[in-house]
């Protein structure tokens, strides 16, 4: 655990020596700001569509700051031959694999938390209220969601050959997810067969990561709590995805040349 | 040196063109300028045509904001919201819903369904009624819908149901009769003589400010660019009890209404009984405006 | 010291790598056959060979980059594919780069965790090494702003940061100017007179012929000569480049 802690904490001080999180935490503020200060028929009390406005970005700069950040963690390392001077060390690549994973998913957690204090004292602003259950809720289940992001990424770095693409399609296999995801099975329904089979059962094998991505709504609408075993179940739906994708990262990695 | 002074004469000199060609371009572009008034519209320069698609959209966004997210997509059943809610409730559009609106996403297709339906609104509510807590007191939450309906009337500032929509929640449940009247009045003027908006503004002056004179003026306006809407088209013709009057029908009906009301409430009973009498040649159930004609007729017997 | 004769630290035994073609022309490719190599304790180890003989593959079997198609390398008697193996030694790899947002010394105490040193004794050994290598006043610098010359030394550093029983070098001194040069000659004797051990491949003769006990000459993956560098000369009757040159053809 020492190990992967230790590679953890590289990671972190990596995020935070680099631009990017300040830069979309930077950005999220300024356009929430231009937007919130629109005067709407004098009333000065309209708040969800800046929440609505305010979520959307910080899950665009989260999907961004995982998938960039994890897309490029062993790419760079062996571009950057930090990767030989590492292995060479007594640290397994099972242990390398997770130290990464951890690293990009505390980095995560730490801007979640950024993005969504700010979030609360944005509705605050406005609303006068502060539900941190129902917002505790949301960021939590946000942050799993982005542990099986992050998984699948880590994966894809050791498939893909350039980090870039390795980010093009986790960003595309993401967005479609979030978007379709609720509603392939409809879709499967109207074509014929092989056609609906296959997609029935890309239906049943992703990961459904608009769950977490539509529980904004209730944020937004002021909707009550998610029911406690729900969002538990649905932790551990995300987590078993995570564990997934990162045995399979493992896999691959033990079986790859490093130089 | 000379180097020097080369650069800054060429520099000047190209200056000194620049100048004259726009001075001498200016007229053509005052002219072009002229003649493209109508696209000043920045929406309309950037999106064309398709910004009637996004106006549409966010029309749409508004009803889902509404009902607090509770709201169909073009996969599920939305029958019952072919009509807008918070537009239907208005009473100026009519609805054209059939079929439950409470569960138009049917039962559970499979447990992942079932189970994401716990991490989405999942009722049928109106914010006006309290939206998802149900609390009246939270019924001023309306408001919430009117950045998209600002929106959407600047993507697509000719369709007038965005202003009729807009103008209603302001004056009736959040009480801003002054920017109601500014909404109304953006419209007319991106609509001139539209009989609807002009009906609603006329309801303003009538109901909150209680000028019976200036509401007067606008409401007859309104018939007045009622009647110049169908030249050539007979006024029995257009208050045929159809499916493709049923608009028309309903401004003239309303503005009827409303002008007979106001002339009850001058003390003008003759114009009231005028106006009642063209109102009963469009309402579906006549027996209503004769019912005001009769009693009008009973306190004064010489009329 | 009392050096331990019994079991080799390094003990390379029947090792065959073979790598999977691009051309098509043929199946596999062999690149190291059949190598059979031990380094005791306390000696200091040439691994010579041109270009293409196979050393950095032997190299990267024993730090565990590549797996080995037949045989197997111990390091201090435990197979290489286990990461325990590695916790007794240290890499300086021939192209050195380090993580950049980092410094010296974050660097230095990254790697000292992963050695499971505890605080106390890595901060001992940061200073330690640090001071060895010339970088103590460019500790709290990021590495992105060094030159070659003091990246190479915390190449240098962090290879000798868990006080390692055997050293691997791969071209120690390449980029080094002179004076780069004679420093490591000199920790590579001052860990020699500690009683460790060094393995390092350089083309450089010159300094092999100066500083190691015994010398291995690989060409086209296998081992075409084995002994003390002492003896190979008087064997050959001349220097250690010419002696090179003609084990592997180029020379009569």
Redesign the interface.
Known sequence: MNEILAVAGVVIKELYRRKDFYVLFILTVLICAIMGSVNIFNDNQIIRYLKELCLLLIWISSLVIAITTTARQIPAEREQRTLLPLLAKPLSRTRLILGKFFGCWIVCGLALICFYAFFGALAASREHQWPLLNYSQAAFLHWMALGAIIALALLGSLVFAAPSSNATICFAFVVAIMCLGRYLDLVALSLHEPSRSILYAIYFAIPHLEIPFELRNLIIHDWPLVGWTFLGLEALYLLAYTAFFLVAACLVFRRKAVN | MSNRRTIWLVLAALFIFCFGLAANLQPQFQSLENSRRQSDNFFKLLLGDSSRIFANSFFIKADA?YH??YYP?I?DNNEAFKTPHMAEDTGAIASHNQGDENSFMGPP??W??A??R????NRHTHLDEG???DDLSKSSEV??I???L?LSAKLDPENIRTYLVTSYW?RTR?H?VA?AEQ?LREGLRNNPDDPQLLFELGCIYFEDYHDLAQARNIWEAGLRSWSRQAPGIPQSERLKLTNENFDSRYVFERLQTHLAELEEKAGNRVAAIAHWQQAALASPDPKDPQKHIDELKNKNPHL | MIKNVMSPILDIQNLRVEFPTRDGKSPIKVVVRNLTLSVNAGEVFGFLGPNGAGKTTTMNVMLGFVNATAGDILLFGTSVRLPIARQRIGYLPEMTYYYKFLTAEELLRFYARLFRIPRAEAARRIDWALKLVDLEDARRRLIKTYSKGMQQRVGLAQALINNPDLLILDEPTSGLDPLGRMKVRQIIQRLKDDGKTVFFASHELGEVETVCDRVAILHEGELRAEGRVKDLVAQHQCNLEQVFLRVIGCQN
């Open positions: 904001y607090s997210g997509t996969f297709r499979n992942i369904d189970f994401s716990h991490f989405i609104p939206g998802p807590t408001r919430e009117l950045p998209w600002k302001l959040l801003k920017e909404v």
